[in-house]
């Protein structure tokens, strides 16, 4: 029955329950079932959801991977005499000296400005693989990947320390433990 503020007869309970017939003759769709109950650190949320320990040492490897860059970095502004002697023995154009004074200044000041925005991008991706991102997870997993390959171009004894603790900490995120926890959280949000 219809009334003149419900004209469709919207607000009308519908009198069929699942197991009986249907009083209209449809059928009604079968719906999925319910999705499993959270658990206890589901329930308080994501922010709340602790890490497992796997996750928490990757994320300080992933710290130190930053620290050992930082340094190389440093070391690599350190070598600006052996950077103009090889710009001197590849000066196939004859440039001047001031010239090759200023491509040595300006190549240390792009890859210092570089090490600082990778540092800070290895530190966001960092947290946010901790807090449970697996978007974070698999960027750094990527990033570890390019890491492995170019580490043939220019070898040290810093960026071989710097690959393997990257390597270690990308291994520590897909562990049981961590997967569980990834998963977790992706059901929170």
Same mark, same amino acid.
């Given at each position: 029955?219809?009334? !003149? ?9 519908? /009198?069929?329950? /699942?197991?009986?017939?249907?009083? +209209?003759?449809?059928?009604? !769709?079968? +719906? !999925? !079932?319910?999705? /499993? ?20 040492? $990757? ?7 930053? &620290?050992?860059?930082?340094? $190389?970095?440093?070391?690599? %502004? ?31 000041? %792009? ?30 997993? &990527? ?5 492995? &390959?170019?580490? #043939? ?14 390597? #270690? ?11 569980? %926890?990834?998963? #977790?959280?992706?059901? &929170?949000?």
């Amino acid at each position: 029955m219809t009334t !003149p503020q419900d004209p469709y007869g919207q607000g009308q309970p519908n /009198p069929y329950t /699942p197991g009986q017939p249907n009083p +209209y003759g449809q059928n009604q !769709p079968s +719906y !999925p !079932p319910p999705a /499993p109950p959270l658990h206890e650190g589901e329930l308080r949320g994501a922010q709340n959801l602790p890490a497992p320990q796997p996750v928490q040492i $990757s994320f300080w490897l992933w710290v130190a991977t930053v &620290v050992l860059g930082i340094v $190389s970095a440093v070391v690599g %502004f350190a070598q600006r005499d052996t950077l103009l002697a090889t710009l001197r023995a590849a000066n196939t154009q004859q440039l001047s000296e001031d010239a090759l004074q200023t491509v040595a200044t300006v190549s240390l000041a %792009f890859a210092a400005v570089i090490a600082v925005v990778f540092a800070g991008l290895y530190l966001l991706f960092a947290f946010k693989a901790r807090a449970g991102r697996n978007w974070a997870r698999i960027v750094l997993t &990527v990033l570890t990947a390019l890491r492995v &390959v170019f580490l #043939a171009t220019g070898f040290s004894v810093l960026n071989l320390l710097t690959v393997l603790a990257a390597v #270690a900490a990308t291994v520590l995120l897909f562990l049981p433990e961590a997967n569980q %926890f990834y998963t #977790a959280s992706k059901r &929170v949000r």
